[in-house]
C-alpha cells in the first residue's frame, strides 16, 4: 500500500495545478490488466484523463501506418476504441474484458479517456509517449521475466522506470 500512496502523491503533485493525465500501458496481457484494474481502484481520480498507450511491433503492415511511425495515432476517443472496425483499421483487436473496465471507470468517475497506438520499440515509444502527452504518471504491469530472461529479451519496465520523465507505478503479474 506504500507504493500506492507514493503513486498517488507524485500524480497529485504533478498535477496540482489541474487535470491530470494517467497513463494504463496495454498489451492485453494478464500484467497490463491488473495494471488498468490498479489505475482504476488505487490512481484515478472524477476528472483525470486516462490515456491507454499501447505499442505495436512492427509487422506486415508498416506501409499503412508510416505516417503515424514516428509520432503514433492520433489521440482515439473512447467511442472509437470501443468500435471493432475502426480499431481494426489500426491493426489492433480490442479486449472485451478492457473495454467493460474502461467504459465503467470513464463513467462511474467522469473520466475523459482516450487511446494512443505507437509502433516500434515499447521501451522507447512509452517514454516517448510520456514526454509527448505530458503525461503525469504512467502505470504498467510487470510480464514476471526471470534473471536470465529479462538479461538476454532486456525489460521494458526496467527501461521505462530509468527513463521515463515520470513517476512509473509497475503493478506484478502474480
Not at 6 to 16: G, K, N, Q, V
Not at 106 to 114: C, D, G, H, P
Not at 154 to 172: D, F, I, R
Request: hydrophobic share 45%.
Amino acid at each position: 500500500m506504500a507504493a500506492a500512496a507514493a503513486a498517488a502523491a507524485a500524480a497529485a503533485a504533478a498535477a496540482a495545478d489541474g487535470e491530470r493525465k494517467i497513463g494504463v500501458a496495454m498489451d492485453y496481457s494478464d500484467s497490463s490488466k491488473k495494471a488498468l484494474d490498479w489505475a482504476v481502484d488505487n490512481l484515478l481520480r472524477r476528472g483525470d484523463t486516462l490515456v491507454v498507450l499501447h505499442v505495436l511491433h512492427h509487422g506486415g503492415e508498416e506501409t499503412k501506418h508510416t505516417l503515424w511511425a514516428k509520432s503514433g495515432s492520433p489521440l482515439i476517443p473512447l467511442s472509437e476504441f470501443r468500435d471493432p472496425k475502426v480499431m481494426q483499421q489500426y491493426g489492433v483487436t480490442c479486449n472485451a474484458e478492457v473495454l467493460d473496465i474502461i467504459d465503467t471507470a470513464a463513467r462511474q468517475k467522469e473520466l475523459k479517456v482516450v487511446a494512443k497506438l505507437y509502433w516500434g520499440d515499447a521501451r522507447e515509444k512509452l517514454c516517448d509517449a510520456v514526454e509527448e502527452l505530458k503525461i503525469d504518471t504512467l502505470v504498467m504491469g510487470s510480464r514476471g521475466l526471470g534473471p536470465i530472461q529479462r538479461i538476454l529479451l532486456g525489460s521494458v519496465t526496467n527501461y521505462v522506470l530509468s527513463n521515463a520523465l515520470c513517476p512509473v507505478t509497475v503493478v506484478k503479474g502474480k
